[in-house]
């Protein structure tokens, strides 16, 4: 089926109406999900002559020259009728020249492919019950005071800053920081989402020190469902999460449209904030 539609701006006034969409294709994100995403991203959303949503998708500029691409959904019954592709043009227009991230999905790799977007590795996410990996480790709450240290790391581990959306977690969320001689060197992040709990960013330097920092919330969530996405270049800390029970369900390109963001220190991102967010 297909049917005429415009293209125009989500605000937090549509989150119920995006959360009945996503829901209608099998997505676990709440409404308090869409609220977070559209009060820290920008939405768009394809409406029909009736004014009724019909597609959304989401993205979040990061700086002036990056940004993240996530959330498509069209509703089933009008696939092929153009809104994928009219709501990724104009967020590429809108984007400003940035380079985008987006994770795909196998039913939007060919038209990912058509806008530019090239594969850079994969991600997966995994799904699971917390329990304790018995992993000792002085790790620590963080504070109010560590914001501005954890956004320099962060910035530094992906190469282009978020600091709105840390901001915005840091509100939403609980961190907890790895210290090394009083500096912070590694920060994980665990905040509702779905049916559960979220883990993510985790940056650090080493896979020892990413393993500490999520073992915190595995064992402080024992018995709880969680998810972590790890792009699949971090092989160890994807074993480690299956053989606890964090089962990976699968590969999904990591893709690019521009120029792929480059580290400027010695921290990684080990795992995403979310497929969307990045």
Not at 24 to 51: I, K, N
């Amino acid at each position: 089926m297909s049917l005429s539609f415009e293209v125009a701006p989500l605000t937090t006034a549509h989150a119920r109406a995006a959360h009945g969409l996503t829901t209608s294709v099998g997505w676990a994100h709440r409404y308090e999900d869409w609220l977070f995403a559209l009060s820290t991203g920008r939405g768009l959303g394809a409406f029909d002559s009736d004014g009724a949503l019909r597609g959304a998708m989401m993205w979040f500029p990061y700086g002036e020259d990056f940004g993240s691409i996530g959330m498509v959904a069209v509703d089933p019954t009008v696939h092929r009728g153009g809104m994928g592709r009219a709501l990724m043009t104009r967020t590429v227009a809108d984007a400003a020249g940035r380079s985008l991230q987006l994770i795909s999905t196998a039913a939007g790799r060919r038209l990912y492919d058509s806008l530019g977007f090239e594969a850079i590795g994969d991600n997966g996410a995994h799904m699971g019950t917390g329990v304790d990996p018995q992993i000792p480790g002085m790790i620590e709450p963080a504070s109010a005071f560590d914001l501005p240290a954890l956004i320099a790391l962060d910035t530094s581990a992906l190469g282009y800053a978020r600091d709105g959306l840390m901001q915005a977690l840091a509100e939403a969320g609980e961190i907890v920081v790895l210290r090394q001689d009083g500096a912070i060197v590694g920060f994980s992040i665990c905040r509702l989402f779905g049916s559960g709990r979220v883990i993510g960013p985790v940056v650090a330097r080493e896979n020892h020190e990413a393993r500490r920092l999520i073992a915190f919330w595995l064992r402080q969530y024992a018995g709880q469902p969680l998810r972590i996405d790890v792009p699949k270049e971090h092989a160890a800390i994807v074993a480690w999460l299956n053989e606890l029970g964090l089962k990976r369900g699968g590969e999904s390109p990591i893709m690019v449209r521009g120029t792929p963001p480059t580290p400027t220190g010695p921290a990684r991102r080990f795992a995403m904030v979310s497929q969307a967010m990045g």
